[in-house]
T-cell receptor
Framework: AQKVTQAQTEISVVEKEDVTLDCVYETRDTTYYLFWYKQPPSGELVFLIRRNSFDEQNEISGRYSWNFQKSTSSFNFTITASQVVDSAVYFCALSEGGSGGSNYKLTFGKGTLLTVNP | KAGVTQTPRYLIKTRGQQVTLSCSPISGHRSVSWYQQTPGQGLQFLFEYFSETQRNKGNFPGRFSGRQFSNSRSEMNVSTLELGDSALYLC?????????????FGPGTRLTVL
């Protein structure tokens, strides 16, 4: 069975600090996809990034960067120079399942509440 | 392109009643998934529909059901509501129904059962 663990339940930082959110996953599949979503107080889950299990190249997008390591089953997310608007709950998710759509679903971690204080 | 829309945004019901929630996917998306979010259990998968067929179902009782229409719009129904059904119900759509497809979420329907 697939599982996603976000060990940090809450993180509080001061604006302009860098912050890393941890995600560890478990899966038996060799092909799978990992996602990060952000949920601001409004409630809507906002897609941030998707990574497939064959692509371990780390990515930087503006102030965001992601570190995917298959050897440790981790998919960590870093915000550089955090801002108050980054305050939200961040979810890591794992997608696996058969081809053609059967048994396809997202399994989410419990989320990390990030609070960025001015 | 308009995002995923969900109606209503808020609902208050009493125990024993039933409720229907609606979801309109992003134009061109054919897969719709539903998730329940509660403080205790987090985000849990309810079911997924593609081309009007339920492809996958989470571990929820039969009181939770859904359907998808030919225009890809989806509804979920919860019968005989219980206090524990109070939650944020999120709908997500994706272009197809594969593990590689990104799911885009709507704003959710917050259901309160009294």
């Amino acid at each position: 069975a697939q599982k996603v663990t976000q060990a940090q339940t809450e993180i509080s930082v001061v604006e302009k600090e860098d912050v890393t959110l941890d995600c560890v996953y478990e899966t038996r599949d060799t092909t799978y996809y990992l996602f990060w979503y952000k949920q601001p107080p409004s409630g809507e889950l906002v897609f941030l990034i998707r990574r497939n299990s064959f692509d371990e190249q780390n990515e930087i997008s503006g102030r965001y960067s992601w570190n995917f390591q298959k050897s440790t089953s981790s998919f960590n997310f870093t915000i550089t120079a955090s801002q108050v608007v980054d305050s939200a709950v961040y979810f890591c998710a794992l997608s696996e399942g058969g081809s053609g759509g059967s048994n396809y679903k997202l399994t989410f971690g419990k989320g990390t509440l990030l609070t960025v204080n001015p | 392109k308009a995002g995923v829309t969900q109606t209503p945004r808020y609902l208050i019901k009493t125990r024993g009643q039933q409720v229907t929630l609606s979801c309109s996917p992003i134009s061109g998306h054919r897969s719709v998934s539903w998730y329940q979010q509660t403080p205790g259990q987090g985000l849990q998968f309810l079911f997924e529909y593609f081309s009007e067929t339920q492809r996958n179902k989470g571990n929820f009782p039969g009181r939770f059901s859904g359907r998808q229409f030919s225009n890809s719009r989806s509804e979920m129904n919860v019968s005989t509501l219980e206090l524990g059904d109070s939650a944020l119900y999120l709908c997500a759509s994706s272009r197809l129904a594969g593990r590689a497809d990104t799911q885009y979420f709507g704003p959710g329907t917050r259901l309160t059962v009294l």
